[in-house]
């Protein structure tokens, strides 16, 4: 099966597209030069390629098993993530204090590419485990960070978020997990929680396991939840391993996709309670998670950017070296191989194009991140925070639907090839469909997206937003003229659509919400690409770079602009047809034939 | 698991849509009276639900096993092949002469659609022997038609398609199985066949394989392919089941979906030739295959239809059941269940508009179907199967693509439950998955409408096809007046479309070829559910059926035309963007980065 090759110069171009030089200029991430950036993708690419590509496919088929109360990896998986540890990979965006590297989130945000790219079902463990490395180091007190945040950076014990329970999924304010005190100020955990991705697993000696609960007096709601750190072995004084703590994994999900990733039902308390250390305040946990949720699901988002390109490259491959038919028009001897045929490309382009746009405008939301955390001026930061929150809903949603869609497509180009599962590229089909599932459905996210962060404001962010887009039209000039009036074009709808969401009533907010997100997401995507393609024909008249990667760019970006942005009149059409299509059926109406 | 439930009400309304009084008024149809259809329906639907429903997921999840080289079905498929052999489903379309009912192919097609959303993986084998009994029935001889045909109607043996090898997949022009010319008339078979659905299986004492493969002396390409009929084993004189013939399954295909039907790769004469029976004349294979071809493209296309409604009834149930958050704007004490919540609505509206746009129009292509076949005026025969035709990769293509959609949304509404292979949408999602490969790629379709429907006969086709949409326009009136006014853009669309095909250069046309399918799906569902709404707002205002369904048949309507029906400018752009962004890509610049 062919591996997963990094796509270097993509990545390296969408950084700097993102602003990765403003980003090397903040205070403290003055070492990440351009020099640096490349040998740490450079490196990445490489394990990314030799190690962990190789196992994702047996990983598939293995699957993590759960035997005698002990979750087991799949064949290979403990040594891989040794070296992955070894390689200073979790400790990546983290303060070299405790252990990390300190380097920007924006290029913490390519290596995450790569590894969910490589092996999705692998790259979920570091991926929760930086969530809950963020939370410890935002809120944990220093017996905390020296405790737990310094091994879970070095990759030495791995982290897990313990939020969903049966009846608290999107609704976390019905989390049941009891948090009872004990006099030396730890707590009894006991309850259930489930869909724990790797909430058990052989590779470390240790799991550090984030979770919510209520303490008995807790109000009701959201505002009665806590935040715990409750780890699978109790730790001594002088930091190693102690005794077994009352939590384990009862068992492991049946599973669509990333089999090879454990989905954990996890027991909490089952002996008497489960000890847990509350982070920060009581009551606050939500408010904590919250704060890492944002950074997880730009990282989700980011999964449907991975999956994208490696369904890409699948079926590139294939399409390069299969012969069936002649291609229309095809003249000659030799029968070329599939590539040739219009359908195969209009699918090709279709994938590589949605994959370069999600990628341009998750490292974007990733960069203005870095700045909203760290730039000099608290005006800067301001907006670039406001920035990010209002993409973070597009980049998790908008991203991972086309993950599904890409793969889907890239099932489609090897045939009856593509339905039969050693091919490989099924395998994209149904890793890729949880993403726009997990860390909040892509339903909340467009709800998050109309309400937080369009009507909330009265449309503020978006206009701000709307009008760096017109910036970008404007520089769209010559041979690119076109792609700046169809731009245009495509603003003009999301102009239309925020201002019909704006002062609309909360049921028609909610009614338009996912083509909103959807336009949004179409729309932003060509704003990227347009802006790429301006950079392309700069940097190709002056001679720099790679001649024939900025005439790949130019030809995506005309085929993202011709062929996929021109879908904006199709979301904007469903964002003003009011919520009267969508309320005005009744349950009656809807089960009429059952 | 919650059984399929046969959506009577639609189903019934969809006949009448698609014109069954005129079908049941064709020559030898007179017994179709709407009472019979009806009674044919409800037994179908009880079996549906009774019997295939409840093997589904089982069958799944156990799959079909070759053993000691023989194929097993799963657990309860060969008592319920059994049952529905001897309740004469097999027969349904077929001359009573040999063993058929005589009842209407558009009947049959209700039928059919029951079967594949009780169970996918059983259905194929019906619909692959129907396939071949659709062919002895047309060119075998009368020994052949006593000999085989019979039995594969009554459903004592089942028939299979053996059309595929390794390097002829969409190109039967590379088959390359040899046929020996025997002394006695017969002839010897050597070659391999894939992707051969129920190719071997423990269900019943023969299996009669249909063979493409070439005579020695046979021309090169598509006009040197003669068809054969090779059982599994001989028939004796008498009728009975002889010897072993030299053809047997050597594996099966391990496959992402559809895992209770065998896949099978069949080796035609390892012991020297397995004895085959020409079918018709030499050379003319593929001329006899391809008049089948087409109602197996419908009946293809009808497979996106059943697992859309599959997914739909799940989703549905889930969305009725499941409590999590209020719903925006919600006041009360009581939280409702999620279908309260805009976005689940959203999802399930898209779900049930397209499940119900795309089996009208698939029943509708099949009504025409039987006029082409039986009406007694040459003009109207010949109207009818031009417009079967040039809808045909229409049904084929947009059902199937719709069906893949509409599973992902399934699953989607189950939230994290969805991705657990037990709570079952994740198999609708898989299954769903081989639809627009097999019968012709989606991709195949989209030329064959393109170049044999549209281009070839400069748009006449087309042109009356959009001509009485047209006429459908007039009919919404009133309260419906949007719904045509809508409808009218749509047709625009559309009608630019064509004349934007006719007369291009063939890259052009070949580049444009999906969007423009795509541009006519939607279109033309947009076109049955404006004919189904005023049928539904005639009859409820004259107080006829059930106003429930009624109502319910307005609202789905109304939902397609604002929200999904919009669309189709993005296709019109997309299908006249023109060859350029498709072909002027170098595959240098696909694979810049690997």
Redesign the interface.
Known sequence: MAEY?A????MSFALKLAGMDDVAALPGYEEASEDLVHAVLEEAGKFAHGVLSPLNWEGDQHGAVLENGVVRTAPGWKDAYKQFAEGGWNGVPFDPEYAGQGLPWTLATACNEMWQSANMSFGLCPMLNQGACEVISHYGTEEQKRTYLEKMVSGEWTGTMNL?EPAA???LS?VRTKALRNDDGTYKIIGQK??ITYGDHDMTDNIVHLVLARTPDAPEGVKGISLFIVPKYTVTADGSVGERNDVRCVSL?????IHASPTAVMAYGDDGGATGYLVGEENRGLEYMFMMMNNARLNVGLQGVSIAERAY?KA?GYA?ERV??K???FKGDKVPTI?A?????????TM?AYTEATRALAYYAMAQFDVAERHAEPEVRKAAAERVALLTPVVKAWSTDIG?EVA?LG??VH??L?????TGA?QY??DA??A???EG???IQ??DLV?RKVARDKGAAAASCIAEMRETVKTAEGDLAYMGEALAEGIDSLQKATDALVGA???T???A???YLRLFGTVAGAWMMVKAAVASAKAKAAGEG?P??H??KL??A??YI???L?????H???VT?G????????????????
């Open positions: 090759t796509p270097l110069k993509d969903t999924g999107s609704d019905q489930i869909y999900e049946h599973k669509l996709g490259q590139l390069q069936q038919s291609p229309v028009g590539i045929h219009a359908d195969v490309r209009r699918m090709l382009l590589k599904v889907s099932v489609q045939g009856g593509g339905f039969v599962e050693e099924a089909y149904r469909r949880i726009p599932i997990y459905t892509n339903g467009a709800n309400f009533d909360p049921v907010v909610a009614a919400a996912y083509p790679d024939t990667f005439s790949a030809a995506t005309r085929f011709t062929n996929l021109p879908q904006h009149s199709g904007l059409a469903a047809a919520a009267g299509p969508v309320m005005d059926v009744t349950e009656d109406e809807f089960a009429v034939d059952l």
